[in-house]
T-cell receptor, first 109, second 118 residues
Framework: DAKTTQPTSMDCAEGRAANLPCNHSTISGNEYVYWYRQIHSQGPQYIIHGLKNNETNEMASLIITEDRKSSTLILPHATLRDTAVYYCIVRTGRRALTFGSGTRLQVQP | GAVVSQHPSWVICKSGTSVKIECRSLDFQATTMFWYRQFPKQSLMLMATSNEGSKATYEQGVEKDKFLINHASLTLSTLTVTSAHPEDSSFYIC??????????????FGPGTRLLVL
């Protein structure tokens, strides 16, 4: 699975959009981009995934660049409950997920 | 949809006893489930891959005789920590694989089980 690079931490004001970047320059053609988050003392929560096209669901939007070497997770209206560690994972196949350090998002009131 | 449950959510046991943790996919069938462990301020580390009807595959350094995994049905996998010791105290998390319309596989995680061995 391709390696990903994320900022260590980010702050966001409550009610504003949170844009979390992820670099995956070595991604291959059949690898999907997945986003998960882990709120303190809970199991990871699936957010969204995509291959080439931008994706949106009730939680977030995923913007993937045309060359697929990077992506951005967008939380349109961040709330205090969105404070968590966000993981960008690139993978293919039915294997376990490899969690890096992720981005610690702190939503400020 | 895609809900995974774990039971118990937390457990305290004496050193030397065994503890069983259940992981269930509530609204989908999962041929593959995974067990992870997370120590404080660290990321999740894979312990083993559990396939329905076959033996689990353990990661290097994880003792298969100590961490017994059974995946007897498409909705249930269990992890038994045998002869638990204080160093086994950790946050144990399972995940179950669901296959999407395009054949891609997405893992959904349980809420985790916090184990404290005294």
């Amino acid at each position: 699975d391709a390696k990903t690079t994320q900022p260590t931490s980010m702050d966001c004001a409550e009610g504003r959009a949170a844009n979390l970047p992820c670099n995956h320059s070595t991604i291959s053609g059949n690898e999907y981009v997945y986003w998960y988050r882990q709120i303190h003392s809970q199991g990871p929560q699936y957010i969204i995934h995509g291959l080439k096209n931008n994706e949106t669901n009730e939680m977030a939007s995923l913007i993937i660049t045309e060359d697929r070497k990077s992506s951005t997770l967008i939380l349109p209206h961040a709330t205090l409950r969105d404070t968590a560690v966000y993981y960008c994972i690139v993978r293919t196949g039915r294997r376990a997920l490899t969690f890096g350090s992720g981005t610690r998002l702190q939503v400020q009131p | 949809g895609a809900v995974v449950s774990q039971h118990p959510s937390w457990v305290i046991c004496k050193s030397g006893t065994s503890v069983k943790i259940e992981c269930r996919s509530l609204d989908f069938q999962a041929t593959t489930m995974f067990w992870y462990r997370q120590f404080p301020k660290q990321s999740l580390m894979l312990m083993a891959t559990s396939n329905e009807g076959s033996k689990a595959t353990y990661e290097q350094g994880v003792e298969k005789d100590k961490f017994l995994i059974n995946h007897a049905s498409l909705t249930l996998s269990t992890l038994t920590v045998t002869s638990a010791h204080p160093e086994d105290s950790s946050f144990y998390i399972c995940s179950a694989s669901s296959i999407g319309l395009a054949g891609e596989e997405t893992q959904y995680f349980g809420p985790g089980t916090r184990l404290l061995v005294l």
